[in-house]
């Protein structure tokens, strides 16, 4: 038996495959591929996996260098969601360094904690997020109008956004106000993550929630009503 892609790259986790497969699977590339060993090694930039999901076996402990001794900079809970920043062997042992995809303190785990993570769409996407660049490009797969409101206590009114979408639950959406304001919003393993900065702010003085399919999202003072059928497609 050849072995699971997973199973080559971390042997150490063999034994937990039967209960983690439903995590993870189908593990898939963008181009429909199991990543290889090599490829789960890689940063996103380089063409690895984008997120790691914690594996089963407890909470896991982030270090603040690469080595079990080294401080614990935050816990993360079994199934917990990490963008991947990269791996490389330190000691005899292989380490990656992770943060929480929605924001927090970066740190180090060791490899064999970790799984490729797949999306809301039963995907594992690999490399970087291509949706900001088609946004940029105005390369969308959506558009149309939502409720929103530019100032504090402003009444809901009418935006035009268009959204640029890439696997694994990641898209960019930029919406126009009537008086030509533009703000990106950035979306990350099917939720809200951040924003772009303008004048207004940085992008990370946010509230978000989401209701019956209804993304309801505050960023600085402006507020944004989005269904995730717009955002992810159907």
């Not at 970087?128 to 939502?146: L, N, P, V, Y």
Request: charged residues 20%.
């Amino acid at each position: 038996m050849r072995g699971h892609p997973i199973q080559r790259a971390f042997p150490a986790l063999s034994l937990l495959m039967a209960s983690t497969l439903a995590l993870t699977a189908p593990v898939m590339s963008r181009a429909g591929e199991a990543p290889s060993v090599a490829e789960m090694q890689r940063a996103p930039a380089d063409g690895g996996v984008r997120r790691w999901a914690v594996a089963p076996g407890g909470d896991l402990s982030l270090r603040a260098a690469p080595s079990g001794d080294a401080a614990a900079v935050t816990i993360q809970a079994e199934g917990a969601v990490l963008m991947n920043l990269g791996c490389a062997t330190a000691g005899d042992q292989l380490w990656c360094q992770v943060r929480p995809y929605r924001g927090g303190a970066k740190g180090y785990a060791p490899a064999d904690r970790l799984l490729p993570a797949t999306g809301p769409d039963g995907v594992v996407p690999m490399g970087i997020d291509e949706s900001r660049q088609r946004a940029r490009k105005h390369d969308f797969d959506a558009e149309g109008e939502i409720p929103c409101a530019q100032e504090q206590g402003q009444a809901l009114g009418r935006c035009a956004i268009a959204v640029a979408r890439d696997v694994g639950g990641d898209a960019t959406a930029v919406v126009t106000f009537p008086n030509g304001f533009k703000r990106n919003l950035y979306f990350a393993h099917g939720a809200f993550v951040s924003a772009s900065a303008t004048m207004s702010g940085v992008g990370r003085d946010t509230d978000w929630q989401v209701d019956d399919g209804l993304h309801r999202i505050r960023v600085d003072d402006q507020r944004y009503e989005i269904p995730s059928t717009l955002i992810f497609g159907d």
